[in-house]
Nanobody
Framework: QPQLVESGGGLVEPGGSLRLSCAAS????????IGWFRQAPGQEREVVSC????????AYADSVKDRFTMSRDNAKSTVYLQMNGLKPEDTAVYYC??????????????????????WGQGTQVTVSS
């Protein structure tokens, strides 16, 4: 059974940085696009970024572009989200998730959450002074 476990969340001041990790198991990690999503209280879940199976393609929501960087290490079955220049509006629970389909990339769109099948439990990120 595929499993994804997020870590690295916490409390940080505006302008600070955090690095989230998502460790995967139970499937052939290098075959799948992985996405980061977030959900703030009272708001719908939204995509943050995604990366294709080999790490050659990434996509970002406009709200995080130029501040966040997603990467992956297929040897360690782990993806990362480096978050710099954090803002209070980045406060949310952050989730990683695996695409339903192998070897797929969402050209022209940032990965839609409905196409992701397996989700981690989430890690809280709070940006506040």
């Amino acid at each position: 059974q595929p499993q994804l476990v997020e870590s690295g969340g916490g409390l940080v001041e505006p302008g600070g940085s955090l690095r989230l990790s998502c460790a995967a198991s139970g499937f052939t990690f290098g075959y799948y696009t992985i996405g980061w999503f977030r959900q703030a209280p009272g708001q719908e879940r939204e995509v943050v970024s995604c990366i294709n199976s080999r790490g050659g393609n990434t996509a970002y929501a406009d709200s995080v572009k130029d501040r966040f960087t997603m990467s992956r290490d297929n040897a360690k079955s782990t993806v990362y989200l480096q978050m710099n220049g954090l803002k209070p509006e980045d406060t949310a629970v952050y989730y990683c998730a695996r695409d339903r389909v192998q070897q797929r990339w969402f050209y022209g769109a940032v990965c839609p959450a409905t196409e992701f099948a397996y989700w981690g439990q989430g890690t809280q990120v709070t940006v506040s002074s």
